[in-house]
C-alpha cells in the first residue's frame, strides 16, 4: 500500500547511511522523511506524492529524556499504520548525519532541532539594517556545530547603494565561507542554487524575520504557497510570517526547510543588550523633549518626527521595539524564576536556623 518506491527515496535523500540502519525493517514498516513539525503532530512524506500525519510511538514518548530524541523535520524514521485512523505511527528516529540546533529560549539549556540531516545551512541576512557581523558569526557558530556547509546570502540587494562593496566587505569578515547576494526581482540570475541544491541533497534558510527567506523558498519550489510578510510589514503584531518548520522539494531536485525567523535573544545571551545594535535609534530617542517620553502623542517626540521625514526607517524603530519588548518579557520571566529561587532559599534558610535554634537548645 504504501511506496517506498526507489525514487522517493532518492529525492529524499536516502542513502546507504540510512539503508544500513535497517536491517531489520519489520513487516508493515516504512522509511519516511519528517517534513513539518507541530506540537507532537508530524507530517511526514513516504512517497513522491504520499504525505501522512503521523504521532509518535509510546516507546519513543516513554524513552524520551530530551528534546534530540524527538523526530525533527528533516529526520528519517520509521513509521507505520496506526491501524485506528489514518495517521501513521513513528517507530524509531533513525541516526542522523548532522543536526542543526541552537539554545532554547529563556532560561531552559536544552536544545533546540531546526533540523536533522542538512547538507547546506543558508544564513540570511538582508543588506539593510539587518546586517550584523555579529548575528552572522552566531549563526556561522550554529553551522559550525552542526557539521553542514554554511553559505551566507544576502538578501535585498536591491535597498543597498553599493552592493559589491557590501558583498566585499562581509566576504573579507569571513574568508572561507562563500558569499552570494540576491534580491527578488533577479532570483532567476542567482544561478548558484543549482550547485547547492542538488538532487538528494538538503538546505535550510535561518535568518531573522523579514529578511525574506520564504520569499526565497518561493522562489526556489516555483510556487507561491508560503506565506510572505506584507510589504509594509503592517501586519506585524510581534509574530513572525513562518511559524513552523517546512520541508520542500526545490525546483533543482534538492530539498530545501523554510524556517521562521530567529529572534534576536534566542541567538545571543541576554546580558549583552540591545544599546550596542542599536545606538543610532537610542540617539534619536535621546533628542526627545521629555525624558520619559512614549513616542507617541508628545510634543517634541524626536521619533515621531523620525518616522515621518524618514531619517528614523519605520522597520528600524520596529525591529527596536521587538527586541525590547523581548528582553523585557525575559528579564519579567528571569524575575519569576529568580523570585521562586529565592522563596526556596529563605525557606530552606529558615528550616535550617529554625533546626540551629533547635540544636542550640539542645545544648
Ligand atoms: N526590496 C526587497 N524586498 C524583499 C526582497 N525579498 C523579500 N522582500 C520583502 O521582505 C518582506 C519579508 O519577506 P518574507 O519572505 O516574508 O520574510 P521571512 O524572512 O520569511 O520572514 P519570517 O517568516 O517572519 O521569518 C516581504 O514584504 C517581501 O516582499 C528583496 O529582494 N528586495
Ligand atoms: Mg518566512
Ligand atoms: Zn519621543
Redesign the pocket.
Known sequence: MYSSDKEFLIQFGWDDFFESQILDLLPNTFPARVICEERNLYRVQVGLNQVFLATISGKIQHNAVTRVDYPAVGDWVIVEPSGQSDRLVINQVLPRKTIVQRKQAGLTSDMQILSTNVDNIFI?SAVNYDLNYRRIERYLAIARDSGSTPIILL?????AQDIDQVIAGVQNEFPGVSVHA????NFKNAEFFKDYLKKGSTSIVI??????????VNFLIDSDEIK????R?DDYKGR???TSRNLYVSRFGGLIV?T??MRELQLSDHSEGISSQFSDVEEIMARCRFSDCLHATEPGCAVIKGLADGSLPAERWQNYQKLQAEVLNGQQKKDKLLAAEERKTWKKKSVDSREKDRTKKRF
Open positions: 540570511t538578501t535585498k540587494a536591491d535597498t540576491l534580491s527578488k526581482e535568518g531573522s524575520s523579514g529578511v525574506g527567506k520564504s520569499t526565497l510572505t510578510q506584507t510589504a510589514g513572525h510570517t513562518t523554510d521562521p525567523g
